[in-house]
């Protein structure tokens, strides 16, 4: 059987299940770096205090994407806290304010997200899934490069 968009029903219902997890971990990585943005303190407050702005503002819109594309395999994104933390493979962080702990937060947190990518990009590929492999396949691209940038702030 076959869904509005033509892929198969039961092939696109996983899909929506690993797409509302990366929406979940979204979720929980969007309030981390709001909380990081908000508090964070140190010599390069000014750097890390738009650079998490840019981020929860780029996770902001992958959320919408992300739900947007649960809908359209035909399935109901989650949309409230319970859920997000029920699903959720990324911690909630509380009272970070040191720069370098924030960084590994974020670093930790991009770690979690690739790999569900990854594993959703597999996943869509199977299922002959254009539209969800085109939105990984982007996000991945996105997420490493992110990931070296960071690694080489740290260093």
């Known amino acids: 059987m076959k ?39 140190g010599r390069k407050f000014f750097e890390l ?33 319970t859920d997000y933390l029920e699903y959720t493979e990324i911690k909630e962080e509380r009272n970070v304010t040191d720069g370098t702990q924030g960084v590994e937060v974020v670093i930790n947190n991009f770690r ?4 569900r990518e990854r594993l959703i990009l597999s996943l869509a590929s199977d299922a002959e899934d254009e539209g969800t492999v085109s939105l990984m396949s982007d996000y991945i691209t996105e997420t490493e490069k992110t990931l070296w940038m960071f690694n080489s702030y740290l260093k």
Do not use: C, S
């Open 3 to 41: 869904n509005l968009v033509g892929l198969d029903h039961k092939r696109a219902q996983k899909l929506v299940v690993e797409l509302n997890i990366l929406l979940a971990d979204y979720e929980i990585f969007y309030q981390n770096l709001r909380g990081l943005h908000w508090n964070i303190k």
């Open 49 to 81: 205090h738009d650079k998490f702005e840019e981020l929860y503002m780029d996770a902001f819109t992958k959320i919408d994407e992300i739900a947007e594309r649960v809908l359209t395999l035909e399935g109901e994104p989650l949309h409230t806290y």
């Open 112 to 115: 979690t997200l690739v790999q």
